[in-house]
């Protein structure tokens, strides 16, 4: 799993629902992301968060929320799930060969009904 | 215009034949070029890595930039069933921005 590990790996929700994806990383590197991929949409970051305690958005962040716990820990929150959140979400930390290098989880799927 | 420009495919290739995947991209300021490989319902994982313009060779796998035409490409040689996957090109401005992706390009090498 790259040493990212990613909770749950499926889940089923209905519309206005919400839940949290949770993220952990087995080091303690500095840049911790999340991306949707969507079938012909390719990967779209929804946060990324270049150390503990900051957060930013990317480039598709509405409806969703994220915390950085601390180091290891990054997690991405739908306060009121739709369908069109329904996606593969993956969460990724940065590696130390330079620029551009990032670990990926296996990936969850929701689907929102 | 999108930044990032993949041809999605799917391509389809005999064992053995060489593959080229390529991506265009529009802003000038992409520095730091890569190529991901997804295989079905796995995360992607790096696959070359080049910084600026020129080439990079590993094994089989060559990755070409070319910033003058804004054109960065992969090419598997002697390709194996093994290369089925999905191949997804990145790039980022800084050390400190995020990666764009490009769609992704689904190949599949048929034994």
């Known amino acids: 799993n790259a040493g990212v590990t990613q909770t749950p790996k499926f889940q089923v929700l209905k519309t206005g629902q919400s839940m949290t994806l949770q993220c952990a990383q087995d080091m303690n590197h500095n840049s911790m992301y999340w991306y949707r991929q969507d079938p012909g949409m390719g990967l779209r970051l929804i946060y990324y968060?270049?150390?503990?305690?900051?957060?930013d958005k990317g480039e598709v962040p509405n409806g969703y929320n994220v915390s950085r716990l601390n180091k290891r820990e990054f997690s991405l929150r739908l306060e009121s799930a739709a369908p069109s959140q329904t996606s593969v979400y993956f969460c990724?930390?940065?590696?130390?060969?330079?620029?551009?290098?990032?670990?990926f989880g296996e990936g969850s799927r929701l689907t929102v009904l | 215009q999108k930044e990032v420009e993949q041809d999605p495919g799917p391509l389809s290739v005999p064992e053995g034949a060489i593959v080229s995947l390529n991506c265009t991209y529009s802003?000038?300021?992409?520095?730091?070029f890569m190529w991901y490989r997804q295989y079905s319902r796995k995360g992607p994982e790096l696959l070359m890595y080049?910084?600026?313009?020129g080439n990079k060779e590993d094994g089989r796998f060559t990755a070409q930039v070319d910033k003058s035409s804004k054109y960065i490409s992969l090419f598997i040689r002697d390709s194996q069933p093994s290369d089925s996957a999905t191949y997804l090109c990145a790039m980022s401005r800084t050390g400190n921005t995020p990666l764009v992706f490009g769609k992704g390009t689904r190949l599949s090498v048929i034994a």
């Open positions: 802003n000038s300021a992409f520095q730091y």
């Open positions: 990724a930390r940065e590696g130390l060969a330079g620029p551009g290098e990032l670990f």
């Open positions: 968060s270049a150390s503990e305690g900051t957060t």
């Open positions: 080049t910084y600026s313009s």
